[in-house]
Nanobody, 125 residues
Framework: QVQLVESGGGTVQAGGSLRLSCAVSRYTSSNYRVGWFRQAPGKEREGVAAIDSNGSTRYTDSVKGRFTISKDNAKKTLYLEMASLKPEDTAMYYC???????????????????WGQGTQVTVSS
């Protein structure tokens, strides 16, 4: 069974940086997409960033220029570099993986089959 394990969350002051990691195991598809989502208390889940197996990336507008998604195929690890963090970035962050399904946007949760348990990011003002 595919497993995704996030790490790297924590508490940081506004303007600070964090790097999230997501270790992906037992995923064998060569045509895949991986992404980061977040959910704050009382809010809907939001797609943050996604990257396809060909390296194509997508970001939600609120993080463009501040967050960078990347992957290390050899280590089977997905990353999210977060800079210039704001209090509104506070949320539980989840990584997700799945086959590329062209009828779903990469930032929609329905596009993914497998999910991690999440890592908390808290940005203090």
């Amino acid at each position: 069974q595919v497993q995704l394990v996030e790490s790297g969350g924590g508490t940081v002051q506004a303007g600070g940086s964090l790097r999230l990691s997501c270790a992906v195991s037992r995923y064998t598809s060569s045509n895949y997409r991986v992404g980061w989502f977040r959910q704050a208390p009382g809010k809907e889940r939001e797609g943050v960033a996604a990257i396809d197996s060909n390296g194509s990336t997508r970001y939600t507008d609120s993080v463009k220029g501040r967050f960078t998604i990347s992957k290390d195929n050899a280590k089977k690890t997905l990353y999210l570099e977060m800079a210039s963090l704001k209090p509104e970035d506070t949320a539980m962050y989840y990584c997700a993986a799945g086959r590329i399904l062209p009828w779903w946007s990469p930032l929609q949760g329905e596009a993914y089959e497998y999910w991690g348990q999440g890592t908390q990011v808290t940005v203090s003002s």
